[in-house]
């Protein structure tokens, strides 16, 4: 999941960003709102985490764009103000959820991941495919009933490729989707995190290659014996 962070306190946002992170999500971050409206508006989001009150351009402006361009990211709107006006404001203008400061970090963890499954098209919380199993609510995956020790980039790249569903996944893709801006897009890091991923998925071999097209999963070859 990939999420953006966009909050002129730089000590919240980054506190944000590295809460985050350490629950597996992709995520970057703007300090005001003219940046985060130009991240959000040329880079796919599954979740946008959006300050109301944003220097440059002001966070109801943000959501409203948004909401107008017809995209498919999720908007959870943090404000100082949690009176009921507030609230309606920010609903009424595209937000999908409000949470007001200051907050509990494991209720905006839950919240980023329940938009996070409301992105469309949506994915199930259980995806499964052969004997493989990915629980993204309990971040858990297994093979033929025995657990898998994966990173949080490994899960994120299984993940993607089983939302695919035995569709071509490419590596810019997963760039795109399991990692953030700040990689460098000529990186191995993708073919490296695939070696591991496949080593301990063990076999028969569950992810093919596509020579200069990228990964997949064929659920024909994919059922250990």
């Excluded at 400061?101 to 499964?128: I, N, Q, S, Y």
Aim: hydrophobic share 40%; proline share 4%; with cysteine.
């Amino acid at each position: 999941m990939r999420v953006l962070v966009i909050e002129d306190e730089h000590q919240l946002a980054d506190a944000i960003a590295r809460g985050l992170r350490r629950h597996g999500l992709a995520v970057d971050v703007c300090y005001d709102g003219v940046s985060g409206h130009r991240e959000a508006t040329t880079t796919r989001y599954d979740v946008v985490v959006l300050d109301r009150d944003l220097p440059g351009m002001h966070g109801d402006q943000v959501c409203a764009d948004l909401t107008r361009r017809g995209l498919l990211t999720r908007v959870i709107m943090l404000t100082a103000s949690s009176t009921i006006a507030d609230r309606v404001r920010g609903l009424s203008i595209g937000a999908d959820d409000y949470l007001a400061k200051p907050f509990a970090f494991d209720e905006l963890v839950a919240r980023v991941k329940a938009l996070g499954r409301r992105a469309t098209p949506a994915a199930p919380p259980v995806l499964r495919m052969a004997d493989v199993e990915l629980d993204s609510t309990t971040h858990t995956a297994s093979r033929a009933g025995q657990r898998l020790d994966l990173t949080h980039k490994e899960f994120g790249v299984l993940e993607e490729l089983l939302k695919a569903d035995g569709a071509l996944v490419s590596t810019e893709e997963l760039l795109d989707r399991v990692w953030d801006a700040n990689t460098d897009p000529f990186t191995t890091t993708v073919r490296v995190t695939i070696r591991t991923l496949r080593r301990k998925l063990g076999d028969p071999p569950l992810i093919h290659n596509v020579p200069k097209a990228g990964y997949r999963i064929d659920p024909d070859r994919a059922v250990a014996e």
